[in-house]
């Protein structure tokens, strides 16, 4: 578990670079959702880039799109391409790592970028697994703003109608969206009721920061039958960085220097105190001297 929860910071360490970099990105959003990614792929997921084609792989979709660039830092820390282009490229000029997924990109299974689709995608594909005779799971992380989308609430329905146990979505719950507060722009309380309304099973997350509580909350969904599992990760957006923490305007923020600096020495902070692995030294990837932006 440690080593989870020190992946996970060496993870925004890299998101840091990678916006600050590209002088883009939802650096806000990355940090809340890191954790979630980091468990299903280091800790639940049967994914490898040594047999991405797999047809008994687990599927993920990313539904909240716009944070591609934490999805890419993971997937590059899992091998299936060079982390450090994605840093040095990402939404730069002809770059395969723009700033949303795409399939261009090692590892990605959908595009994804206009909300309210993964979840459709999900069943489907859940679905297609059962109707295979498949093992395979099908996981989707969609976020909270994102349920203001009605075709959720189709998939969900659908979902529970099929009895898709072998389906997971999570909701990244950071109560924060582009514009203010979620419950401000369109309420979407009470979520939980909401899916189980529909015949799912729900697995409230009360820390979805927490790698051990999203771990045994993954564990269990897996173990679940007749149903679909939500799991419902209360998340703080820009979490661990303290200046960028529930605060809507790191949505879509963009670093300074001194900002960038800051957030860096606190994640660093962050990573020499955790125990578990030092499975890459901090700090590695340059900083100021090699942005290829100009300073906002």
Known sequence: MDDLTKRAY??????????????AGHVGGDLSVIDIL??????????????????DRDRFFLSKGH?????????????????QEAIDTFSAYG???????NRDVPGIEMNSGSLGHGLALGVGTALAAKMDGRAYRTYVVLGDGEMAEGSNYEAMMAAGHYRLDNLCATVDLNRLQ??????????????AGKFRAFGWHVTEVEDGNDCGQLLAAYEAAAAYREKPTAVIAHTVKGKGVSFMEDQAGW????????QYRRAVAELEEKIQSLPGEQWREPGKRGGAENRKT???
């Open 251 to 258: 949505h879509h923020g963009v670093l300074k220097q001194e």
């Open 10 to 23: 060496g993870l925004r360490r890299d998101i840091i670079e990678e916006v600050y970099r590209s002088g």
């Open 294 to 296: 100009t300073e906002a």
């Open 38 to 55: 980091t468990v299903l792929y280091f800790g639940v997921m049967n994914v490898s880039p040594n047999d991405r084609e797999s047809p």
């Open 178 to 191: 582009i514009s203010g507060k979620t419950a401000d722009v369109m309420c979407s309380d009470d979520l």
């Open 95 to 101: 770059s395969k790592f723009i700033g949303h997924p």
């Open 67 to 83: 944070c591609a660039d934490a999805l890419y830092m993971v997937l590059g820390e899992k091998g299936f391409f060079d982390k």
